[in-house]
């Protein structure tokens, strides 16, 4: 008898308080966090959904090894550890560890981009697109059309578009640097990429002689909606599917702060020596000795143990099973939905959810919001605020989507967190045609959702 009750697939041996506070009290908080819930501190927040980045609860096997970690300066075990883990799972011989995913782009994207380089990707990561604009090159996203309607079912709607890329390549020509395929599509709803797209897009790469990325931060969340969506791959570990997936690309970049299972960590993999010698170049420079590049031993033991439990089969089902069971219960109260769910998080399309408030009035920041001071849940802004650009007469040119992700930290948060979540939710849809938009008030350049200043409007 298989039973529906997903159970957390472990004990808890060591608890942190979670801090509660009234709505009076979020009010406050909020107005001083100037509406950023990025600018709230972690005590004013009850159930944290901002990331699933860096926010893993880590096994007791791995806080073992933290104890194992081995600190010299050059050649630690810890770092011949990780080392063959990555080895192992990318087939890349050339290995740079780096404090976490950002650093490996920007050393690799910093190397190969540059002023009159194109760049092409499912979707590029907010990190991904300011590493490679701040060298003067350009990011192009070609996700496929189906990704641009939220409530439309597709089983890989991370994947790109083919015929795009095709014409992009012969467009561009020798100045593309890299496309870069990241699985899951963060940016695009946490929604997997299928083996066939990977496929189709290393044989484009292969016969225009471009350079092909994986970033691969989720790649075992991918891995198993690709066991259990596409044809041919039910036999197939989950191990053994991003095995696969890596073969067909020339390098990965990863932050092992998501599918690692650690809280601080990434890594840049290659197949080519010469590139691996430019970058190894840059990350001792700007990182550090190139056995442990920003990291200490203890963290590179725990990337090494993360790496192997990430793929345990009872895992990943909890992992994909209680992300689906979030998703079906807002769905149920009506709250429109970013469909199907994806792997590390439920998005909700604040646009369809708040059709009274303006995208130039950033309907995501102002559900955002809601949920803070309704059940102090804080989630980040996936739209204009992340994506939006101003014309010439500082007129925004709004993003495709106005998302609002829920990032489920991995192995933290029980059933009846969620059940939490769910009931404040229920309460969110009765006054919501009275929610207010949100203004603008000061930006930085790049990267502006993690500062900006917001005033609600009148
Ligand atoms: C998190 C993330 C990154 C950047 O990694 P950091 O560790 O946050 O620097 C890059 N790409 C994707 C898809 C990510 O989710």
């Known amino acids: 008898m298989e039973f529906k009750t997903i159970i957390e697939p472990f004990k808890i041996k060591s608890v942190e308080p979670l801090h509660i506070s009234t709505e009076e009290e979020r009010k406050v908080y909020l107005k001083t966090a100037h509406y950023n819930p990025f600018l709230l501190t972690s005590d004013q927040v009850i159930i944290d959904f901002l990331t699933d980045s860096g926010t ?249 143990i993360g790496l192997k439990e990430v793929f345990d089969p009872g895992y990943l089902k909890y992992r994909i099973r209680s992300t689906t069971y979030l998703g079906e219960k807002l769905s149920a109260l009506g709250v429109p939905l970013m469909l199907p769910i994806g792997g590390h998080a439920v998005y909700i399309d604040a646009k369809a959810m708040y059709p009274h408030i303006a995208v130039d009035q950033y309907p995501g920041q102002a559900l955002a919001g809601e949920m803070y001071l309704k059940g102090g849940i804080r989630a980040a802004e996936i739209g204009s605020v992340m994506f939006g650009k101003y014309d010439d007469n500082h007129k925004l040119i709004p993003h495709t989507m106005e998302l609002v992700r829920l990032a489920i930290p991995r192995r933290v948060y029980t059933q009846s967190h969620i059940e939490y979540v769910i009931e404040v939710f229920a309460d969110m849809m009765k006054n919501k045609d009275s929610v207010r938009g949100y203004k603008i008030t000061s930006e930085p350049k790049f990267l502006r959702h993690f500062s900006a200043h917001f005033a609600p409007m009148g």
Request: charged letters at 20%; hydrophobic letters at 40%.
């Open 56 to 304: 893993s609860a880590m096994s007791a096997h791995q806080w073992a090894g933290i104890m194992e970690g081995d600190e010299a300066y050059a050649g630690s075990e810890s770092w011949l550890r990780m080392q063959h883990v990555i080895q192992n799972l990318t087939g890349f011989e050339y290995i740079l560890p780096t404090h976490q995913g950002r650093a490996a782009e920007r050393i690799l994207y910093g190397n190969i981009g540059g002023k009159g380089k194109i760049f092409i990707s499912n979707t590029h990561f907010d990190t991904t697109r300011a590493n490679i604009e701040v060298t003067g090159a350009e990011a192009i996203d070609i996700p496929i059309a189906e990704s641009k309607e939220p409530s439309l079912l597709h089983p890989f709607k991370g994947n790109m578009d083919i015929e795009q890329l095709k014409l992009q390549l012969a467009k561009h020509g020798k100045n593309v640097a890299a496309v870069i395929l990241t699985v899951t599509n963060n940016s695009g709803g946490g929604q997997p990429v299928s083996m066939s797209n990977a496929r189709a897009v290393s044989e484009l790469c292969k016969e225009f002689g471009v350079l092909y990325i994986l970033d691969c931060c989720r790649i075992a969340e991918n891995a198993y909606f690709i066991k259990h969506r596409e044809e041919g791959f039910e036999n197939y570990s989950y191990e053994g599917i991003a095995q696969e997936m890596f073969r067909l690309t020339d390098g990965a970049i990863m932050s092992a702060k998501k599918d690692a299972l650690v809280n601080m960590g990434g890594f840049l993999a290659v197949k080519d020596l010469e590139l691996w010698e430019e970058c190894k170049n840059t990350l001792i420079i700007g990182e550090g000795f190139n056995t442990y590049g920003g990291l200490s031993g203890r963290d590179m033991e725990a990337i090494a």
